[in-house]
């Protein structure tokens, strides 16, 4: 059973910058990547951000510039630094971590999420 913990949320201003970590219980990152997703209250849960094992990225257009996403070479960390963060970022995070991707299926393990809240 792999566990995953993020840390780094919290409160800023707009326009701050916050670092959120998933740290896992295993290697879990080194078999097809991760994402970072968020929901944020009366929304959907939208994936936002994408790195696969060869260190690819994806982002979404609203955090695009201002989003990082990176894993550590070990596979047992996965990373999102925000900059420039908007009130409209807030909302809780969530890091999710693939375990198989095929046959147009991909299945992955989730963390608890963490609160990001930005005030204007």
């Known amino acids: 059973q792999v566990q995953l913990v993020e840390s780094g949320g919290g409160s800023v201003q707009a326009g701050g910058s916050l670092k959120l970590t998933c740290a896992a219980s295993?290697?879990?990152?080194?078999?097809?990547?991760g994402d970072w997703y968020r929901q944020a209250p009366g929304k959907e849960r939208e994936m936002i951000s994408r790195?696969?094992?060869?260190?690819?990225?994806a982002y979404i257009d609203s955090v695009k510039g201002r989003f990082t996403i990176s894993q550590d070479n070990a596979g047992n960390t996965l990373t999102l630094q925000m900059n420039s963060l908007k009130t409209e970022d807030t909302a809780v995070y969530y890091c999710?971590?693939?375990?198989?991707?095929?046959?147009?299926?991909?299945?992955?393990?989730w963390g608890q999420g963490i609160q990001v809240t930005v005030s204007s």
């Open positions: 790195i696969n094992r060869a260190n690819v990225t």
């Open positions: 999710a971590a693939c375990y198989n991707d095929r046959y147009d299926n991909r299945y992955e393990y």
């Open positions: 295993g290697s879990i990152f080194s078999r097809c990547g």
